[in-house]
């Protein structure tokens, strides 16, 4: 098993995607299926950008194992007070300055929610957000 550990800074769109960057060099180096690391980055990289863009600060732990990899992505930030409106595509709560910037269309979740196989998000207003996600690198 690799595993994986990223510090991510609210507010910083110059670092956005470093941490996607690194874990798609190992999962290059790892020969998984090209098509399931473009998933994995796409879905990892949406829940870098949410860090980025509403929360202070937050961490993401990637454990590869042989079946599948594990993405936890951790923010203290504001919460999401309505998951399921939140999961719709389209549904944005990014202020202008990030919609400015080429971000907040609202299709973070959605776009996890599609490229991995399980998806469990827990979050507390007012305190933060852990999203947990799974991708199985054998084909159904």
């Known amino acids: 098993m690799v595993k994986l ?8 769109f110059d670092l956005a995607g470093g941490a996607s960057s690194q ?3 190992v999962l290059k180096q790892l020969n998984i299926d090209p098509v399931l690391i473009k998933k994995i980055v796409v879905a990892m990289y949406e829940g870098e950008v949410n ?9 993401i732990e990637v454990q590869i194992f042989p079946d599948r ?18 999961m719709k595509e389209g549904f944005s709560t990014a202020s ?10 609202g299709m973070g979740l959605p ?6 196989d399980e998806l469990r998000i827990e979050t507390e207003v007012g305190k933060g957000t852990t999203l947990i996600m799974t991708k199985y690198l054998a084909y159904e």
């Open 23 to 25: 874990v798609k060099k």
């Open 111 to 116: 776009n996890m929610k599609k490229n991995t």
């Open 69 to 86: 990899v594990e993405m936890k992505l951790t923010d203290e930030g504001p919460g999401i007070p309505d998951v399921e409106a939140a």
């Open 51 to 59: 860090i980025v863009a509403h929360a202070y600060k937050g961490q």
């Open 96 to 105: 202008q300055r990030v919609r400015e910037m080429g971000f907040g269309a």
């Open 5 to 12: 550990r990223y510090e991510i800074e609210g507010g910083n």
